[in-house]
């Protein structure tokens, strides 16, 4: 094996010696004295990069030719240097950096021979020539025939290959590869791609290529090189630059100067790095990159910094370079642009730093040209279909009433609804509140609401108004726009008819005979305001319909936040109809979509959402679990749906309180002026009529229940109240078979119905009528598991169902009821928290946890025998202590030891959790 110590410089010898060529050329005793035969000293403290040396060292071994191409300052000669240290060949390996006297045939071969008889490689049939040939061919193939008479390659690295002015050299260098491939290894470093014939290299796989990509330093990489230059900086910060410098080795390092020059800044305040680091940047690209450009070239980089990535009939068009796809490939040779990949094929990008010096260049040398250009650019995109780069360009230009119209030709309207989108809003900032035309005041009206101006936005609505013409496009604007502020001022009335007149005007737009399809964006919106609305007014059917077609049309548009609020204000409709299956399905489909979205542990979701989760809980029997559900605020939520949210949170927790034995903590309960009329207004009457029954106090309650409305609820209320108080002759309003399975009604009304009638029976002495409409009640009920109703029923109502008989049997899931809940954690609760009522909504896994499973595991402590087993089915069919023991032929006293030991050994605290857990376990 050879010594490495050959890729160490060989003493100079005297021109001509040892038959190396004697006519040498101009200059040429001043560059022998010079280190252009060694590689650049390496940095002080070098990062080492062991993926790229690897990555060179793998091409050396497998290529001819390897090719190292970047822009200035991308890190090419230190990684050639640092590799030579240690090149991983077991090859002679030869340095010589090119320069402006290394141009011509003549020039370098002569520092190439000179080069590798300094490293000591012998040439003796090229020493053998008189001098240096005209025919440069004939040198080159006796260069190849000594090289091939070697019994192991030789690696050339040429640094500054751009430097090659004559076109013979990259015709001369393709010859001795295509002679000694065997014996020869060129690893050349360059700015710009040599004029060899690379294709035809890349096809038959006798070329790698190190590129700007590869050369980018890594986060972890420029980390260190910062950390070399003293520079210690926070994940965000590093971040930051590495960014903004896509890994550019030049960028870092230049990074590391400005904060070498401003020691007493603060690294984290960042001035350092966007204030100094921009100054030298400029004068670094400046001179290496844009000075080095012929005018014609120059001008067309300056021209085209406006767009990125550029391609060439846009470049043509702002340039007026008919040649601009062939100035594209140049500036692509030379690594100043690089071209895109994927879908953007044929089209360029520079490097975001340069971008950055080119527009400051061309708004400081022609400010006079940008408003030309970015309308050549605007409307050459907005022919193509690129609305955002054409709004973008055509407001860079001032053309304020061509955005508009662009704006409302292309429905983007809605977009500007939605601030989470961010670039719509972005476009259209700069509108002056005097361009004039009713597309540009529709346009400002629908951009002001994105930013929750609602004073600008009803202003620029009455200004589009009235300047408002014939055009149905204009009129599809406008109504989304009109929408979208009724809904944003709580209006219902309003967002109904703006509604319907959205959709009258887009069956005015016409494409050829035919109406356009509705975009499933636009028709998201108007179905989820749609279904808010009848929502607030309490259509609750309606609203589950509507709402499930705005969940349709969000899956179709791909709105996935559009999608989950949509599913939660639906789970919520049905919920409060008492479709508590259907509820808790939507809630946990919901759950699951939120979890696949990651969303924030924090928000736990939609509010609407998780009052919904909590209504099905809190009538289910599941108190503690209801208001462990609830949400903090509803805040969040859009103003159509909050005071819908609010009253039926407060509902919810009322309920909860009261199963719980705790309806002095019932403090919040709105006044009902505060509240709209209607269903809301009934809602909270009946909680205030169950509180003040529950604190006994009929007679307040009967006052209370007096001003409720004609509604059914408001007949079960006063009947309720008034049956309470001992007024048994007002129950005659009450027809609960008219109102049985009504779908516009909800089930729990239903069931109160038929349980206040049995009340009614019960206070006539009519047991048998008690009994039947008891057992309605019950059957009403079961499907959906509803609790509720039951267990607020008077004492004289519940004793019908926990009798021996018919009723007892259909009633027996009742006792199933699920038990209250531990307590859940709240650790972000502050010390003024009340009890029970989380400061932050449960996230979605927490909330599917405590809708299913709201007691403890099943734990047997010990097998139960044959007579606690006949026990534990007694009590599962409802009988009391007395009538078990009967029933057994044992004393009270025996019956009450089996059930003390049937609770041990179950784990449980109470009766109706044994028969619950016994039935989990296939014991009874």
Same mark, same amino acid.
């Given at each position: 094996m050879p010594d490495q110590s050959n890729t160490t410089l060989a003493r100079p010898r005297p021109p001509g010696a040892g038959g190396v060529p004697v006519r040498l050329p101009a200059a040429a005793d001043f560059l022998m004295l010079t280190t252009m035969y060694s590689p650049p000293r390496l940095p002080r403290r070098p990062v080492l990069r062991e993926r790229l040396t690897a990555q060179l060292t793998e091409a050396v071994r497998e290529s001819p030719l390897t090719l190292v191409s970047a822009p200035a300052g991308s890190g090419k000669t230190t990684l050639a240097a640092s590799w030579l240290d240690h090149p991983g060949v077991p090859w002679r390996v030869v340095w010589l950096t090119l320069s402006e006297a290394t141009g011509s045939p003549e020039e370098f071969w002569f520092f190439v021979i000179e080069a590798l008889s300094r490293a000591g490689v012998d040439l003796p049939h090229t020493a053998s020539l008189p001098g240096l040939p005209q025919d440069y061919d004939a040198l080159v193939t006796q260069l190849a025939t000594d090289l091939l008479n070697r019994a192991e390659p030789v690696v050339l690295v040429l640094d500054e290959v751009e430097r090659l002015s004559d076109a013979r050299v990259p015709h001369q260098l393709d010859l001795l590869l295509r002679l000694a491939s065997v014996r020869i290894r060129l690893v050349l470093l360059s700015r710009v791609d040599p004029l060899l014939p690379m294709q035809r290299y890349r096809l038959t796989g006798m070329m790698s290529q190190i590129r700007m990509a590869d050369l980018a330093f890594t986060r972890e990489e420029a980390r260190e090189l910062l950390s070399g230059s003293g520079i210690d900086l926070t994940e965000p910060m590093v971040v930051a630059l590495h960014d903004r410098t896509r890994g550019w080795a030049a960028g870092l390092q230049l990074a590391a100067l400005a904060r070498e020059h401003r020691p007493d800044s603060d690294p984290e305040a960042g001035d350092w790095l966007l204030g100094a680091q921009d100054a030298n940047l400029a004068e670094y690209l400046t001179g290496e990159i844009l000075a080095a450009q012929p005018p014609h070239l120059r001008d067309f980089l300056l021209r085209t910094s406006i767009i990125d990535p550029v391609c060439a009939e846009l470049a043509e068009v702002l340039t007026g370079d008919v040649g601009a796809a062939m100035s594209l490939m140049t500036l692509s040779h030379q690594n100043i642009l690089v071209e895109a990949a994927g879908d953007l094929a044929g089209c360029y990008h520079a490097h975001p730093l340069f971008r950055e010096l080119l527009r400051a260049q061309l708004a400081y040398e022609s400010p006079e040209l940008l408003p030309g250009l970015h309308e050549r650019a605007g409307r050459w995109f907005a022919d193509a279909g690129i609305v955002d780069q054409a709004l973008a360009h055509l407001a860079a230009a001032g053309c304020w009433e061509e955005v508009a119209h662009l704006v409302v030709r292309k429905g983007l309207v809605g977009d500007l609804l939605r601030p989470s989108l *961010?670039?719509?809003?972005?476009?259209?900032?700069?509108?002056?509140?005097?361009? =004039? *035309?009713?597309?540009?005041?529709?346009?400002?009206?629908?951009?002001?609401? +994105?930013?929750?101006?609602?004073?600008?936005?009803?202003?620029?609505?009455?200004?589009?108004?009235?300047?408002?013409?014939?055009? @149905?496009? %204009?009129?599809?604007?406008?109504?989304? !726009?009109?929408?979208?502020?009724?809904? @944003?001022?709580?209006? $219902?009335?309003?967002?109904?008819?703006?509604?319907?007149?959205?959709?009258?005007?887009?069956?005015?737009?016409?494409?050829?005979?035919?109406?356009?399809?509705?975009?499933?964006?636009?028709?998201?919106?108007?179905?989820? !305001?749609?279904?808010?609305? &009848?929502?607030?007014?309490?259509? %609750? !059917?309606?609203?589950?319909?509507?709402?499930?077609?705005?969940? +349709?049309?969000?899956?179709?548009?791909?709105?996935?936040?559009?999608?989950?609020?949509?599913?939660?204000?639906?789970?919520?409709?049905?919920?409060?109809?008492?479709?508590?299956?259907?509820?808790?399905?939507?809630?946990?489909?919901?759950?699951?979509?939120?979890?696949?979205? @990651?969303? $924030?542990?924090?928000?736990?979701? =939609?509010?609407?959402?998780?009052?919904?989760?909590?209504?099905? &809980?809190?009538?289910? *029997?599941?108190?503690?679990?209801?208001? @462990?559900?609830l949400p903090p605020s509803s805040e969040s939520a859009e103003p159509l749906e909050r005071?819908?949210? &609010?009253?039926?949170?407060?509902?919810?927790?009322?309920?909860?309180?009261?199963?719980?034995?705790?309806?002095?903590?019932?403090?919040?309960?709105?006044?009902l002026e505060d509240v709209p009329s209607g269903w809301l207004g009934d809602l909270l009457a009946q909680e205030r009529v169950a509180s003040l029954l529950a604190a006994a106090d009929p007679a307040a309650a009967q006052r209370e229940a007096a001003d409720s409305s004609s509604g059914v609820r408001g007949v079960v209320l006063r009947t309720k109240a008034a049956l309470a108080a001992g007024v048994g002759s007002s129950v005659t309003g009450l027809d609960p078979a008219s109102v049985e399975h009504a779908d516009e009604l909800p089930v729990d009304l239903q069931v109160e119905a038929w349980l206040v009638q049995a009340q009614a029976r019960l206070a006539d002495g009519s047991r048998d009528q008690a009994v039947a409409a008891v057992r309605r009640a019950v059957r009403r009920a079961r499907s959906e598991g509803l609790r509720r109703p039951f267990r607020e029923a008077p004492p004289e109502v519940r004793r019908l169902w926990a009798a021996q008989g018919t009723v007892a049997d259909a009633a027996r899931w009742l006792a199933e009821g699920a038990v209250p809940a531990r307590p859940v954690a709240n650790r972000s609760a502050g010390p003024g928290t009340p009890r029970s009522v989380p400061a932050r909504a449960p996230a979605p896994a927490q909330r599917r946890r405590l809708a299913s499973d709201t007691a403890e595991e099943p734990i047997i402590v010990e097998a139960l025998s044959a007579r606690e087993t006949e026990v534990l089915r007694h009590l599962a069919d409802l009988l009391t202590t007395e009538e078990v023991a009967e029933a057994m032929f044992v004393s009270v006293n025996t019956v009450k030891s089996h059930i003390r030991s049937i609770l041990r050994k179950l784990s449980v605290a109470r009766r109706n959790e044994a028969i619950r857990r016994a039935r989990e376990l296939n014991v009874i």
């Open positions: *961010g670039w719509p809003l972005q476009r259209v900032a700069g509108m002056p509140a005097g361009a =004039p *035309g009713a597309e540009v005041a529709v346009v400002r009206a629908a951009a002001a609401l +994105g930013r929750g101006d609602l004073p600008a936005c009803d202003d620029a609505l009455g200004a589009a108004t009235e300047q408002a013409g014939e055009d @149905s496009h %204009l009129a599809v604007a406008l109504a989304t !726009t009109r929408l979208a502020a009724a809904a @944003s001022h709580a209006d $219902a009335e309003g967002a109904s008819a703006w509604a319907d007149r959205l959709e009258q005007a887009w069956a005015a737009v016409a494409d050829g005979e035919e109406p356009a399809p509705m975009p499933a964006d636009l028709r998201a919106r108007l179905l989820s !305001t749609r279904g808010l609305a &009848q929502l607030h007014c309490g259509d %609750l !059917t309606a609203a589950t319909a509507t709402l499930g077609r705005a969940v +349709g049309a969000c899956v179709e548009g791909g709105l996935g936040a559009d999608h989950v609020a949509n599913l939660g204000r639906r789970a919520l409709a049905e919920a409060v109809l008492g479709h508590l299956k259907h509820a808790r399905e939507l809630v946990d489909t919901t759950d699951r979509l939120l979890e696949e979205q @990651s969303v $924030a542990e924090e928000s736990g979701g =939609p509010a609407a959402l998780a009052v919904a989760a909590a209504w099905v &809980q809190v009538e289910a *029997g599941a108190a503690e679990a209801a208001l @462990s559900l005071v819908v949210l &609010q009253v039926l949170g407060v509902v919810v927790r009322s309920r909860a309180l009261r199963a719980l034995g705790r309806p002095e903590e019932v403090t919040d309960l709105p006044d």
